[in-house]
């Protein structure tokens, strides 16, 4: 599981990334501060059991007052401009960063005070931004594409070799599946035993429908403290059908930071933070958290947790299993309490868990035992977000 950020330069792509994971990332406000992409583990939130069950969990990660942290890989990359697949700004060759990522988060500058060259500007249209963003993605997904259609549909055609077997062999780094070939084959409606015969208009289409599905995409909007954001953020909603979220990563970054001096508390994606008492804060942090309050009075949130958390659970349609050793006791070996977070995709079977957990469990799986119910389930039982199982092995 990975969550790629991209966007213009200069949106705050890396603001969002620190926010997340409180990484050492370098940010300023000029252009392509973003040369090598940064790398991190960032989290997205869920209800823990441990409150429903009244059990205090030993997570190994984290649990906050029943909001469990469940970490996702996360890449933020450098800025992306028009004509980048002409080799303009630092062209799009670093996109190939984000081949693992299984969803992006577009981080636009709602504000209109960033330009789509990344450069500080006034009034200007953020939307004109999703549709350059798309296009080099777009381009990004075509040239690798083409780079290797010959060899690929000569396969094909020459030895005879299987159309979806060959995609998913050839461009296995682009996380493709089978559904989503076969999707898109039929949305296209392109012959698959001649793909040499397809025209460059052909692999275009074929790219695109491949890229949109396989790279889903959600939109933060961010810097909405800034004038003029919420009526861009207005317009903008009405003229696209892709997934926005508010957000203002500054505010997210200044809160997870005082949190983890231990100047407030504050728990991602909540909707306010108290101040620790006793704490002698300086002029400059009491403004800056009552700029955050201001942000959090008016949008409910920052929004950074939320852009994660819907790219994970909405985009992907993930869910959040628990295994455990004990059935009665929701603890492993050692006696720790829900230890584990899994996530899954929606539909994943008690089989597939055991297999995420470990290939040696997953072949040696016999069953497994939903604690809830206390009932046997066999390997075919789809799990639910929030289900707690004991897998059974034979050894
Ligand atoms: N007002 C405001 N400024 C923000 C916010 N988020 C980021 N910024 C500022 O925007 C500027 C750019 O932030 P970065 O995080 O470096 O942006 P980036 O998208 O990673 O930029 P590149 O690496 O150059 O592509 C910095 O001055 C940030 O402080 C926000 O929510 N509100
Ligand atoms: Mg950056």
């Given at each position: 599981m990975q969550v790629g950020l991209v966007g213009a330069p200069n949106t705050g792509k890396s603001t969002f990334m620190k926010a997340c994971t409180l990484a050492d990332i370098e940010i300023n406000n000029y252009p392509f501060t973003t040369i090598e992409a940064n790398r991190g583990v960032g989290y997205v939130t869920t209800d823990c059991?441990?409150?429903?069950?009244?059990?205090?969990?030993?997570?190994n990660g984290r649990c906050v007052d029943g909001t469990r942290f469940v970490p996702v890989k996360m890449l933020d990359v450098a800025g992306l401009v028009p004509d980048a697949h002409q080799g303009r700004g630092l062209g799009n060759q670093f996109l190939d960063d984000l081949r693992e990522a299984d969803v992006l988060i577009h981080v636009l500058d709602i504000s209109g005070r960033t330009d789509a060259e990344g450069e500080p500007t006034e009034g200007y249209d953020p939307y004109g931004n999703i549709e350059f963003l798309e296009r080099e993605l777009d381009f990004w997904y075509e040239d690798i594409f083409k780079r290797e259609w010959k060899k690929f549909s000569s396969s094909i055609e020459l030895e005879s070799k299987d159309f979806e077997e060959q995609l998913l062999e050839r461009f296995s780094g682009l996380k493709i599946s089978r559904e989503d070939i076969r999707k898109v084959v039929k949305e296209t409606k392109l012959d698959t035993d001649i793909p040499g015969?397809?025209?460059?208009?052909?692999?275009?289409?074929f790219a695109t429908e491949l890229r949109k599905r396989t790279k889903p995409m959600i939109i933060a909007a961010n810097k909405i403290d800034l004038p003029g954001a919420e009526e861009n953020l207005e317009r903008l909603q009405k003229r696209t059908d892709v997934d926005i979220v508010p957000c203002c990563a500054e505010a997210e970054l200044a809160l997870r930071n005082a949190s983890k001096q231990g100047k407030v508390n504050y728990t991602p994606g909540q909707s306010k933070f108290d101040i620790v008492g006793g704490k002698d804060l300086e002029d400059k942090e009491k403004k800056a958290l009552d700029f955050v309050k201001g942000i959090l009075d008016r949008h409910g949130s920052t929004g950074v947790q939320e852009a994660v958390n819907r790219s994970v659970f909405d985009l992907l349609d993930m869910i959040v299993v628990y295994p455990v050793e004990d059935e009665n006791r929701y603890t492993d070996k050692s006696g720790n309490i829900l230890p584990d977070a899994i996530?899954?995709?929606k539909g994943s079977t008690a089989e597939d868990l055991a297999y995420k957990v470990h290939s040696d469990i997953g072949e040696d799986f016999i069953g497994a035992i939903d604690t809830r119910s206390g009932r046997k389930i066999?390997?075919?039982?789809?799990?639910k977000n929030g289900d707690i199982v004991k897998i059974l092995t034979e050894k």
């Open positions: 059991p441990c409150k429903e069950l009244e059990v205090s969990c030993d997570p015969k397809w025209s460059e208009e052909d692999i275009r289409k996530l899954l995709e066999g390997a075919n039982h789809t799990l």
